[in-house]
């Protein structure tokens, strides 16, 4: 049995040997190269574009301006397709733009023989524009007057939404409650993935084949057709092996245009590749966030009523767009249980920014400092154990959530909780921290999580998964769901063989997908793959086995009831697992079989109509030189309870990963903007503070093993939780050790020396 078992991960080796290939080593090297033309304002109107001198220029093979391209606007974001308009992404973007809504916008291409060529011509081509006021927050895109982003939107809202369980207001008249109230910012950050964003197209057989770099294959061909406006079975899209994507290559990128540009050189092979810069002003960011959250709470610490309202950073253009926002309010609705009432309004408004799309968390690592930051401030003001207090309020076992059907099957709360206390010494760090005066403090901080997994019943959720029997008793396994770093491979691997009754290196996962050949699957996003392409490894193992089974029978004599698959082996059950043959001597036998020779192969989908809470916390240590405005983070623990670990090294790996984006959530990343032309200021990886290793104390990650009841194979979301609760538990450490909270990050010296100026403590 292989599951539980910390097995190598199966694509170790090509990727340490270099030898894996990802989307730019398999390029033709005589490939045509395109780069884009960007805007220089950051909102207005493309009036002119003059490619005359760029035309002259030697090598140059086509330019495509914005007034070129179908006037098709399509959607980008990553997300299963709906037949329901209600339930469609949205869809506000054109190949390339003439109504420029960012500085960098995409508002013409060159192809050229050579990279050379192509920048040459980049930079002579002449642009007129009609431009407009610059709108970088939502406060000034909802001002009265403001230029629409995007025709349709008044005050440039994407989309507002309220919810209110309970009265809000006949709750919040109680008698003895004390009202508390906070405002919370989170900045844009970049997902800065190792791998730039790279596709190329070519066209064959009349149908445009584009290998890329990207998390959702399946999904890109759709989205690649409806912006040509094509049969979607007249794209291919092939992803080789990625090197990260994070959430930002869960969204339809470039492919489109690459697509376009192929079909405009009379297919000829068009690499499209950006620069780093590119990617930061060009691709997804994280959306920032203005939370105010407002808390009527009885003296004992017992919540009676709160209210949440949000004001969300879309950026120019919709991609997922107000999902975040809303998966974030889940957080607040959930984690903590009003004995009352609650309400929500949330506000998700286009900006002249980078568009805002997936990121790790998807919404909740926003809503949680918000949340888990006002929940330690309600608890210090009340003179009340934090932990004692959150407890009073957390959601409780047996909660069953009346929209997703989720329970809350388990004490995973307190469970995850006692081991991060044990870890970090919170007793007696709290004690010993508890009256410091100097300039050097230390502090202990922690804040819980909540997270869903997968994505039912807002999309739908279906995964197909085909098997193949070897000659050799080996399996070959394909799934629509993408490795892009994270291990899922390897737990495929491993799930099959377990299923199968084989060992896990007789199974081989082809780590590539192509949409003409892989069975469908929606990709990497929502901490999903496990659970959902899980339940198809599972269906369609059970199918294959059931197969060889029988074929066993007729080659033993035996009845399929009395028969199994142990280790490779075809065992008789009812004789203490006697070893009747090797699977392998079955396999050949049955393809080469004379009489009726037959290969075995099983395919099939699984739609999963569940969904799964994973639960955890954070402990942070912390001093804090209150002069320089810095914090040196000692510790940090994650405890994670996602069900049944498949592999403990790689839920490790995945922990750490997760960790170390809090760490720079939290501390150090902030994408700059400059108010006067709007122009991103630190597109690149000097100017973006990223946490290096210099920068990391250890990282312990631990687990609590609840083995979830929906899932064939007892496992639940880890992939995105790890990087939720890390920001809030590290300042709520600074306001152990300063007693200064900080509502604002990342908690650069800039924002901690003026919090701690105003607090008196300088």
């Not at 080796?13 to 033709?28: F, I, M, N, P, Q």
């Not at 610059?134 to 000034?140: A, G, K, R, Y």
């Not at 629409?148 to 919040?172: C, M, Q, R, Y």
């Not at 405890?639 to 720079?664: T, W, Y």
Request: hydrophobic residues 40%; aromatic residues 8%.
């Amino acid at each position: 049995m292989s599951i539980g078992q910390s097995i190598p991960r199966v694509d170790a080796w090509e990727k340490v040997s270099g030898r894996a290939k990802y989307t730019d080593d398999l390029v033709d090297r005589n490939a045509l190269i395109g780069k884009i033309l960007h805007s220089t304002i950051a909102n207005g109107l493309v009036t002119k574009i003059d490619t005359t001198e760029a035309e002259k220029i030697k090598g140059v093979v086509k330019i495509i301006t914005c007034f070129d391209v179908p006037d098709i606007c399509f959607p980008t974001a990553g997300h299963p397709w709906s037949t329901d308009p209600v339930h469609q992404d949205p869809m506000d973007r054109k190949l390339l733009n003439q109504r420029v809504r960012l500085y960098g916008d995409d508002i013409a291409a060159v192809i050229a023989e050579d990279e050379v060529a192509a920048s040459r011509a980049l930079r002579v081509i002449k642009v007129e524009y009609e431009e407009y006021p610059i709108l970088l927050t939502p406060e000034d895109s909802m001002k009265e007057g403001a230029k629409l982003i995007h025709e349709g939107f008044p005050n440039n809202v994407l989309k507002h939404s309220t919810v209110e369980d309970g009265n809000f207001e006949e709750a919040i008249k109680e008698t003895g409650l004390i009202k508390f109230e906070g405002t919370f910012v989170t900045p844009i950050v970049q997902h800065c993935h190792i791998e730039t964003v790279t596709s190329w197209a070519y066209m064959e057989n009349g149908r445009i084949v584009i290998v890329a770099s990207t998390q959702i294959p399946h999904i890109i061909r759709r989205i690649v057709g409806q912006a040509l406006g094509i049969p979607w079975g007249n794209v291919r899209i092939i992803k080789p092996y990625i090197g990260g994507g994070f959430g930002n290559k869960q969204d339809s990128l470039y492919e489109p245009l690459n697509a376009y540009m192929t079909t405009q050189v009379g297919g000829r092979l068009v690499k499209l590749e950006l620069s780093r810069e590119e990617v930061f002003f060009g691709t997804r960011v994280r959306h920032g966030e203005k939370i105010h959250l407002e808390t009527w709470v009885r003296p004992n610490g017992r919540l009676v009523a709160r209210s949440y309202t949000a004001y969300s950073t879309q950026g120019a253009y919709g991609s997922h767009g107000h999902g975040i926002a809303a998966k974030g309010t889940n957080v607040f609705r959930q984690l903590y249980q009003d004995e009352k009432a609650r309400k929500v309004d949330i506000s998700t408004v286009y900006t002249n920014t980078a568009a805002a799309g997936a990121m790790r968390g998807y919404g909740t690592p926003q809503a949680v400092f918000a949340v888990e930051s006002h929940m330690e401030d309600i608890a210090r003001q009340l003179k009340l154990d934090p932990l004692e207090f959150r407890f009073l309020n957390v959601m409780p076992v047996g909660f069953t959530d009346p929209f997703t059907k989720n329970v809350n099957w388990f004490d995973s709360f307190h469970q995850c909780v006692e081991k991060g206390k044990a870890y970090i010494h919170w007793d007696e760090k709290r004690k010993l921290y508890q009256n410091q005066s100097g300039l050097q403090r230390r502090g202990v901080g922690m804040a819980l999580f909540w997270y869903n997994t997968a994505v039912w019943p807002i999309s739908i959720e279906v995964s197909s998964c085909r098997m193949v029997l070897n000659q050799d008793g080996s399996v070959q396994v394909q799934v629509g769901e993408t490795e892009i770093g994270q291990g899922a491979d390897t737990a495929f691997t491993q799930m099959a063989a377990d299923t199968l009754g084989i060992p896990w290196q007789n199974v081989h996962v082809i780590s590539t997908q192509d949409t003409d050949i892989t069975p469908f699957g929606t990709g990497a996003y929502g901490s999903r793959q496990t659970y959902v392409g899980g339940a198809a490894i599972n269906k369609v193992a059970l199918l294959l086995k059931e197969k060889i089974l029988r074929c066993a029978s007729e080659y033993t004599r035996m009845p399929v009831s009395n028969l199994d698959i142990i280790d490779g082996n075809i065992v008789l059950t009812t004789n203490d697992n006697q070893i009747l043959c090797p699977l392998a001597e079955l396999a050949t036998e049955t393809l080469y079989h004379v009489d009726h020779a037959e290969h075995l192969t099983a395919e099939s989908t699984a739609q999963v109509k569940t969904n799964a809470f994973s639960f955890g916390c954070s402990f942070a240590e912390v001093e804090v030189d209150i002069p320089l405005g810095k914090i040196k983070l000692l510790d940090l623990v994650n405890v994670h309870d996602c069900g049944r670990l498949i592999n403990p090294r790689l839920a490790e790996g995945q922990v750490h990963g997760g960790m170390s984006m809090a760490i720079g959530f939290g501390m150090y990343e902030q994408l700059l903007y400059d108010p006067k032309t709007g122009r991103l200021l630190n597109d690149n990886l000097l100017d973006y503070k990223l946490p290096t290793m210099l920068d990391h104390p250890h990282l312990e990650a631990q687990f609590v093993e609840n083995y979830e009841p929906t899932n064939a194979y007892g496992t639940k979301a880890l992939g995105e939780p790890p990087t939720v609760p890390g920001a809030a538990a590290i300042r709520n450490a600074v306001l152990h050790a300063t007693g200064v909270g900080i509502n604002k990050i990342p908690m650069t010296p800039h924002i901690l020396f003026e919090e701690f100026k105003k607090a008196g403590l300088l």
